[in-house]
T-cell receptor, first 113, second 114 residues
Framework: DAMVIQNPRYQVTQFGKPVTLSCSQT?????MYWYQQKSSQAPKLLFH???????NEADTPDNFQSRRPNTSFCFLDIRSPGLGDAAMYLC????????????FGPGTRLTVL | KQEVTQIPAALSVPEGENLVLNCSFT??????LQWFRQDPGKGLTSLLL?????REQTSGRLNASLDKSSGRSTLYIAASQPGDSATYLC?????????????FGQGTILTVHP
């Protein structure tokens, strides 16, 4: 089945220690998104890629970076995680044209100690 | 700036009841609206997508309606079951690109008890 995969499902890191979260997709969608969702809050868009073009949201902290080496993979790098960065990180994909429906992965739960 | 509000924040019903979840948005210039389900600690599962030109969409026991001019959508769940217990999120797509961005509501936490 075509899907969006996120690894790892759970990530524990220490305060200030860089961490990378991974997202891959078999849908061949050209747009990939990263959302941050804190407990009992709505998902908040951090940034997205349209093909290789990176689009950052205005209020996304510089601590968050992303890479998309090819169509299938996208990474979220947190350079110096703080306690406030503990959250669920959701990856989503969509394609241009058609319904533009977004498909989400299972998420990575990040804990910062 | 688009804002999305969901009412109620939480809902508890006995099994078998029909129920309605509400979603409102401030800017009616949307391309589509999606309803999602989220189980605790999990990702989002897309339930229904309504294009701005449509009035409703149905999938099994779920029916979603859209009144774009008044900025409202409802998700109707018929004959609720304990397995329907989850958080339900609505999101509207805005933006001038060919793919847009989603703005989410805070969600409605639904509990269906046997």
């Amino acid at each position: 089945d075509a899907m969006v995969i996120q690894n790892p499902r759970y990530q524990v890191t220490q305060f200030g220690k860089p961490v990378t979260l991974s997202c891959s997709q078999t849908l061949n969608h050209n747009v990939m998104y990263w959302y941050q969702q804190k407990s009992s809050q709505a998902p908040k868009l951090l940034f997205h890629y349209y093909d290789k073009d990176f689009n950052n949201e205005a209020d996304t902290p510089d601590n968050f970076q992303s890479r998309r080496p090819n169509t299938s993979f996208c990474f979220l790098d947190i350079r110096s995680p703080g306690l406030g960065d503990a959250a669920m990180y959701l990856c989503a994909t969509s394609r241009t044209g058609g319904s533009n429906e977004q498909f989400f992965g299972p998420g990575t739960r990040l804990t910062v100690l | 700036k688009q804002e999305v509000t969901q009412i109620p924040a939480a809902l508890s019903v006995p099994e078998g009841e029909n129920l309605v979840l509400n979603c409102s948005f401030t800017d009616s210039a949307i391309y589509n609206l999606q309803w999602f389900r989220q189980d605790p600690g999990k990702g989002l599962t897309s339930l229904l997508l309504i294009q701005s030109s449509q009035r409703e969409q149905t999938s099994g026991r779920l029916n979603a309606s859209l009144d774009k001019s008044s900025g409202r959508s409802t998700l109707y769940i018929a004959a609720s079951q304990p397995g329907d217990s989850a958080t339900y999120l609505c999101a509207v797509r805005t933006g001038g690109t060919s793919y847009g961005k989603l703005t989410f509501g805070q969600g409605t936490i639904l509990t269906v008890h046997p």
